[in-house]
């Protein structure tokens, strides 16, 4: 009775609502504490104080609920309504009040001081005892830390396109961060050493599956000893981090590592190995197994076994595969072809001289798929050199993950081998769980087969090892955006440009989602911002959709002009002139132009492979000229032979449409329209509504019918559009 009755009184004066709307209130005041103020880059005593009266300030509530009450007439102590004083508060319940409350802040100030001078001080004195105690005698910690880069806080809360980021997420204790090694050799010509032994202990750490290990990209763009680590490991979404610095004089190699708690900056361990180069082999490994020891992180046999590998014992061909592999890692996705060339070099001459050297031999494969993916080497014997590069690594070594994925990236430079991929990636997966290179490949192939959600979640698995990844944030946006949700697709843009402001590639590609919802006053917008040589693609589709011809005619002839385009880009730029002189009904410079086309994809021909990619130019090139048997023979082709590929197949089509409406077949364009209108990666309501190609159709009843459908079930677009075409 005695305790139902206690419940009774605690409902009475209100004490379970005052109790849920602190803890509510309190709550959202965390949340907001511990996202937001680090992006004003305030320090951590600031949010643990507030954090901390917060959570003192609770049981003083409930005092201040089951003392006082609230009455029309002010706060007045409970039971003074009942005894007929509610309209009148007495002074004693009002300086009772502010007493209790002065107690509360009081307490709350003096435990929040003391934490901050003794916890941290404690906890400070006892890692630098362990540090100390830890550290070699012939390794003293003398970095000298330099101020490292602030970085804005972009993982606050959860994005609009439903992926929970690092600092959303509760921080794994077997996690860990590899920062850039810095160069201390006075020759700085030594920096790929320093490079190459960083990657080589990330990935070795990467081979362990009970480790969160994040990618090499996201840790770039720090130094190599920064101040800030604690937000650092905020931002990664981990718990330790390992710096490390690098001296090479001739045939000695001084390294020195240290691992350190992100979440206190303390050290925890360091260790110094002085080599010469004959007997460097496996200091990677040896630092790899210390600090997963370090971080209670359990390997299986066959890890321990690959973490303990040496990659080769010949110290020549160890120096030219740390060359070729900076050079690798550090090649953009849009530079120029002739540094992986450099790197080919390398990894040649790696493989020269130690014929056993597995790990060269996948990269010498990496390198040469992208050669051959960017159009500089195209030839079937360039190709099937490199599947042989592939077959060696294997040979040698069966268990090598570089191996598995550079045969997956290998079957995907073929659409028709896209199924013969996954074996290799799952094989991968498994053998580099740490690997978001393996997560990203697996989500091209499976948007090339049609299983773009898949693709999707992959990307998202891809975010929580890549925290600060430009590029997967871009393939996430094209993901969300060829399944038609635009608003995602520029969420994930937005976020990408918090990591590089004003990116004119990733401005470019939000003008193009606005173009692609028929918002073409914010793409204008967009467009305007950016430098006048970059853009092109968005500016060119912007001047069409509005009928600027001569203005788009020009634009191209600035590309085509320029010396540093290969053979490929120079088609792809006289394929647009071509398309824009028939558009602009100039007879002349289309005979010219599409003519000159056709001759030179056809002498640019290396192998099959390159019909896919030729095969639509031929046809926009013949139909322009009213050749209407071969346009139509190029674009059956090109429809046939993009069949595999979900990506590329719904352009293959419409193209296939355009050109039969051209030449008097609308039936048969009609017909596939419904369904380039829903597939992924297919036509929007503006490409239906603004682009040329479709004019052929406009005056067709059934064409304007399917077309009001689809803009009547399109969301409403505020913007300012050209008038429909007549």
């Known amino acids: ?83 007929g004083v509610a309209s009148v508060p007495g002074r004693r319940s009002r300086r009772a009040g502010v007493v209790v409350g002065l107690m509360g802040v009081l307490i709350a100030v003096i435990t929040g001081a003391a934490y901050w001078h003794f916890g941290r001080t404690g906890s400070r004195a006892m890692s630098a005892k362990a540090a100390a105690s830890e550290q070699p005698a012939s390794s003293p910690d003398g970095v000298k830390r330099n101020p490292g880069t602030v970085v804005p806080n972009f993982n606050a809360g959860v994005t609009a396109f439903g992926l929970r980021v690092a600092s959303a997420r509760p921080i794994p204790a077997k996690s860990i961060a590899v920062l850039p090694f810095e160069n201390l050799s006075t020759d700085k010509g030594n920096a790929y050493f320093a ?157 020269k001289l130690d014929p056993d050297f597995a790990l060269a031999w996948a990269h010498l494969a990496f390198v040469r798929i992208r050669i051959y993916s960017r159009f500089v080497d195209r030839s079937l014997a360039f190709l099937a050199e490199t599947r042989g590069n592939i077959d060696t690594a294997l040979r040698l070594q069966p268990n090598l993950g570089d191996g598995y994925l550079a045969l997956a990236q290998y079957f995907y430079l073929d659409v028709r081998s896209l199924d013969a991929a996954i074996p290799p990636l799952n094989k991968a997966r498994e053998l580099l769980p740490n690997n978001a290179d393996v997560l990203v490949a697996l989500s091209d192939v499976e948007e090339r087969q049609g299983k773009w959600q898949s693709a999707g979640v992959h990307l998202r698995q891809a975010a929580l090892l890549e925290p600060r990844s430009v590029d997967w ?6 993901n ?43 793409a204008q917008k967009l467009i305007d911002a950016l430098p006048a040589s970059e853009g092109r693609g968005a500016r060119a589709w912007q001047l069409v959709l509005t009928r600027q011809y001569d203005k788009a005619i020009a634009l191209w002839h600035t590309r085509l002009a320029q010396p540093d385009l290969g053979w490929f880009g120079r088609l792809v730029a006289q394929d647009e002139l071509c398309t824009l002189y028939d558009l602009a009904r100039q007879a002349n410079s289309v005979r010219a132009t599409c003519g000159r086309l056709i001759v030179g994809a056809q002498r640019a021909r290396q192998s099959p492979a390159d019909d896919v990619e030729l095969a639509s130019m031929l046809a926009d090139a013949y139909a322009a000229l009213g050749n209407k ?27 296939l449409a355009q050109i039969q409406a051209r030449f008097g077949n609308p039936d048969a364009a009609l017909a596939v329209l419904p369904k380039l209108l829903t597939e992924p990666a297919g036509s929007t309501v503006t490409d239906l509504r603004y682009a040329p190609g479709w004019d052929p159709l406009r005056k067709d009843p059934r064409f304007q019918a399917l077309l009001n459908r689809a803009i009547d079930a399109a969301p409403a677009v505020a913007s300012t559009v050209p008038p429909d075409p007549e």
């Open 195 to 351: 490079d190459g032994m960083q990657d080589l202990i990330l990935t070795k750490l990467a081979d362990i599956g009970d480790l969160k290990v994040i990618s090499r990209t996201s840790t770039l763009q720090y130094d190599s000893h920064p101040e800030n680590l604690k937000q650092i490991g905020r931002q990664l979404g981990v718990a330790a981090i390992l710096e490390g610095s690098v001296q090479k004089a001739g045939n000695q190699v001084l390294i020195n590592v240290q691992l350190i708690d992100a979440t206190t900056d303390s050290h925890v361990w360091a260790q110094s190995y002085t080599r010469t180069l004959d007997n460097i082999f496996g200091v990677e490994g040896e630092v790899a197994e210390k600090v997963a020891t370090t971080l209670n992180a359990k390997l299986t046999a066959t890890e321990s076994t690959r973490v303990a590998q040496v990659p080769t014992h010949n110290a020549a061909a160890y120096d030219a595969y740390l060359r070729g592999l900076m050079i690798e890692k550090n090649v953009s996705s849009t530079a120029r072809p002739h540094p992986l060339r450099d790197a080919e070099g390398f990894y040649a001459s790696a493989v």
């Open 480 to 522: 969300q955006w060829a399944l038609r949700e635009p608003a995602q697709a520029r969420a994930a843009i937005d976020r990408a440009l918090v990591l590089t402001p004003n990116n004119p590639y990733l401005i470019a590609f939000k003008a193009r989602i606005f173009q692609s919802e028929g918002n073409l006053a914010m």
């Open 1 to 83: 009775m005695a305790r139902q009755s206690f419940l009774e009184e605690l409902k009475r004066r209100h004490v379970y609502r005052v109790a849920a709307a602190y803890a509510v209130v309190g709550w959202l005041l965390i949340q907001v504490v511990t996202q937001v103020f680090p992006i004003f880059h305030l320090p951590d005593w600031v949010d643990q104080a507030i954090v901390l009266l917060i959570l003192i300030g609770f049981p003083i509530a409930l005092v201040l609920a089951w003392a006082f009450d609230a009455t029309p007439a002010g706060i007045v102590k409970t039971g003074a309504e009942a005894a």
């Open 629 to 655: 048997m071969e346009a139509l023979k190029a674009a059956r082709r090109n429809v046939a032979m993009h069949s595999y590929c979900s990506v590329c197949k719904p352009d293959a089509v419409a193209l």
């Open 473 to 478: 944030l871009v393939d996430l946006a094209y």
